[in-house]
Every structure is written in structure tokens, then in C-alpha cells.
């Protein structure tokens, strides 16, 4: 019944905005994501009890560990941010403008979202429990990597950066880029943070490790698996980007930065968002649960974790100069050549 439904709905659009899919094919995958964000949205309400009646025959017999804490606020990261992603990028079709960026960070926070909720439904407590509509997600995970592909082929937007900008740029250390400088240490910080919850997860045999996962985030114990895929996630994709982030910000022309600043921005936002809800959601078991006299640090700590990469994506975005590749001719150039 799902599946007829989207198809019927795919056809809607199919025939309802002929001209804007010809031009681009994304048009009708937005809108098709679009309908099942609010759907989810439907799930996350419901469970909280602020709706009744809408989903509660899917969520029991369809996905029943989208009842689960972590299911609940990947429905609300998915109903409120991916749908307004989805309106943006496919208004700006409509309108025949870039969308890009946007599509960088919806591809970054959607794929997060499945590298976390797929390995979590079959590894941990609900694994006996995978229904036929969980055959669903196939065109759910490979549509969005076609449509990965095509965003980031899409040319970049021109800058208004002179050659002149950029060499001049170029030619500061860092001790005169506070901002980059400030940047790095936060990076250095947030290595290591992430390092340490992925030996939490492994049962490193440190006491530091007992002591933070019984005090400060019990989550990580929880059987539902997710907050243990996450981790793993943050530490063997999250990790080795922290590295070449802070490599980019020291060397000039690395032109690649801007765009994964974009991608693990939106991953590392969705990763925290679900994460930090489902900490302190009632649905996860009160043992699991973030103490209370623990809220402040745990919030504070997840928190900047999650907004060091908004503000990563940001000054690449303004302020592009130092990583656009030096003109021929100029100091940096010939560096970078030898």
C-alpha cells in the first residue's frame, strides 16, 4: 500500500510539473521526499502524543522501531528540516536557480541518517522484528546517492573573489586569521572528543570511559543500537575529516573543503540532533537515560560539537578566497606545483 501510494503520487507530479522534472529530474525526487517527510513528521507527533489515529497501524505493523526513541527524532529531523531542504531546492528548480549548497547538506544529513537507522534496525533489538515494509528503504538509499551524484556535479556558484583576494589572502599566516586559527583548536578538541566515545562504544578498559558512559551519556549502553552505529560512524568518517578540515585551514587552495564542510554539516547536525533527543527522551529506558544532575555538561558539550561544523560551512561559504585555487603565476601556485 505504500508503495502504491508513492507511485500514484509520483505520477501526480509527473503529470501536474512536466516541464520542471525535463529540466531537472530532482524536481519529482524532492517532491516524492517531500510527502513522506511529512509523513514522518505524522510518526514523530503521534508518538508523543500529539496526534492519534494517522500512522499508528504503520508504525505497529510496518517499522516498529520508528517507535523508538531514536526513530521518533530522526522523524522530526526528517519532517521539519529535510521538508523545508526539500520546498527550497525545489522551488529553486522552479525558478531555475543553483541549489547546490542546500543539496550538499540535505545529502550530508540524509545519509548520516541512513548510515545510522539501517545498521541500527538490523544489528540491535528490533532485528527480529523487520517487516516487508522495511524493503522500502532500498529505493530510499539508492535514489538519494543518484541524486547525490547529480548535486555534486552541478557547477559551483562564481565568486566575487579577485585574483588579488586571493593571493593576498593567501599570503596570511595564521596567527592572522583569527577566526581559522580559532577553527583549528576547536577542530583538535572535537578529534578528540570523538576518538574518546568511539573507544566508550569498543569498551576501551580505561576508567575515564566507565566513568563518562554511567554519568554523562548512559544512552550509549542502550540495546536499540543506534547511539553505538552513531558513535562508530563519528569516529571512522567523522574523525578523519576533522583532520583534513584542520589540514585546509593551514595550507591554502585545498578548493575541495567547502563543499564537505557542507555534507558533514548537515551529517554531524542530523547525527546530534537524534542523539541528543533521544537521550533524554521517555522513551528510551530510564537506566539509559542522561541523569539529571548531568543535563548541563552533556547538553553544552553536544551541543558545540554540533554547531562547530554549521560554523565550519559557514566561513567557508562567506569567506572562499583562501581555498580557491592560486592563480598561475603566483607564489602559492608554484608551491603547490613543487
Given at each position: 500500500m505504500s508503495a502504491l501510494i508513492l507511485g500514484l503520487f509520483f505520477l501526480a507530479i509527473?503529470?501536474?510539473?512536466?516541464?520542471?522534472?525535463?529540466?531537472?529530474?530532482?524536481y519529482a525526487v524532492f517532491a516524492v521526499f517531500a510527502f513522506t517527510s511529512v509523513v514522518d513528521l505524522l510518526i514523530a507527533l503521534q508518538e508523543d502524543g500529539y496526534t492519534s489515529g494517522f500512522m499508528e497501524f504503520y508504525t505497529k505493523e510496518g517499522e516498529p522501531y520508528l517507535r523508538t526513541a531514536h526513530g521518533i527524532f530522526i522523524c522530526y529531523w526528517d519532517g521539519i528540516v529535510h521538508y523545508l531542504l526539500y520546498l527550497a531546492m525545489a522551488g529553486a528548480i522552479r525558478k531555475r536557480k543553483r541549489y547546490r549548497n542546500l543539496g550538499l547538506y540535505w545529502l550530508g544529513s540524509f545519509i548520516m541518517s541512513i548510515l545510522v537507522f539501517l545498521p541500527g534496525n538490523i544489528l540491535g533489538k528490533?532485528?527480529?522484528?523487520?517487516?516487508?515494509?522495511?524493503?522500502?528503504?532500498?529505493?530510499?538509499?539508492?535514489?538519494?546517492?543518484?541524486?547525490?551524484?547529480?548535486?555534486?556535479?552541478?557547477?559551483?556558484?562564481?565568486?566575487?573573489?579577485?585574483?588579488?583576494?586571493?593571493?593576498?589572502?593567501?599570503?596570511?599566516?595564521?596567527?592572522?586569521?583569527p577566526v581559522d586559527l580559532g577553527l583549528i583548536i576547536y577542530l583538535v578538541f572535537a578529534a578528540f572528543?570523538?576518538?574518546?566515545?568511539?573507544?566508550?562504544?569498543?569498551?576501551?578498559?580505561?576508567?575515564?570511559?566507565?566513568?563518562?558512559?554511567?554519568?554523562?551519556?548512559?544512552?550509549?549502553?542502550?540495546?536499540?543500537?543506534?547511539?553505538?552505529?552513531?558513535?562508530?560512524?563519528?569516529?571512522?568518517?567523522?574523525?578523519?575529516?576533522?583532520?583534513?578540515?584542520?589540514?585546509?585551514?593551514?595550507?591554502?587552495?585545498?578548493?575541495?573543503?567547502?563543499?564537505?564542510?557542507?555534507?558533514?554539516?548537515?551529517?554531524?547536525?542530523?547525527?546530534?540532533?537524534?542523539?541528543?533527543?533521544?537521550?533524554?527522551?521517555?522513551?528510551?529506558?530510564?537506566?539509559?537515560?542522561?541523569?539529571?544532575?548531568?543535563?548541563?555538561?552533556?547538553?553544552?558539550?553536544?551541543?558545540?560539537?554540533?554547531?562547530g561544523p554549521q560554523l565550519l560551512a559557514c566561513r567557508c561559504l562567506w569567506w572562499p578566497a583562501f581555498f580557491l585555487r592560486p592563480p598561475p603565476g603566483s607564489p602559492a601556485h608554484h608551491k603547490k606545483q613543487h
Open positions: 509527473y503529470s501536474l510539473s512536466r516541464g520542471d522534472i525535463y529540466y531537472d529530474p530532482l528490533y532485528s527480529s522484528e523487520t517487516r516487508p515494509a522495511f524493503f522500502l528503504t532500498i529505493p530510499y538509499v539508492l535514489v538519494p546517492c543518484w541524486a547525490g551524484l547529480r548535486v555534486f556535479n552541478q557547477t559551483q556558484a562564481p565568486t566575487c573573489c579577485t585574483s588579488n583576494m586571493v593571493q593576498e589572502e593567501q599570503r596570511k599566516g595564521l596567527l592572522q586569521r572528543f570523538t576518538l574518546f566515545r568511539g573507544l566508550v562504544v569498543l569498551d576501551c578498559p580505561m576508567d575515564a570511559c566507565f566513568v563518562y558512559i554511567y554519568q554523562y551519556e548512559p544512552y550509549l549502553r542502550d540495546p536499540v543500537a543506534y547511539p553505538k552505529v552513531q558513535m562508530l560512524a563519528n569516529m571512522f568518517y567523522v574523525l578523519p575529516f576533522y583532520g583534513l578540515a584542520a589540514y585546509a585551514l593551514i595550507f591554502p587552495g585545498c578548493s575541495w573543503l567547502p563543499d564537505w564542510t557542507l555534507v558533514f554539516a548537515g551529517a554531524i547536525g542530523q547525527a546530534q540532533f537524534s542523539h541528543m533527543g533521544a537521550s533524554m527522551h521517555l522513551r528510551t529506558p530510564f537506566t539509559y537515560r542522561v541523569p539529571e544532575d548531568a543535563w548541563t555538561c552533556f547538553f553544552v558539550s553536544n551541543l558545540l560539537y554540533a554547531l
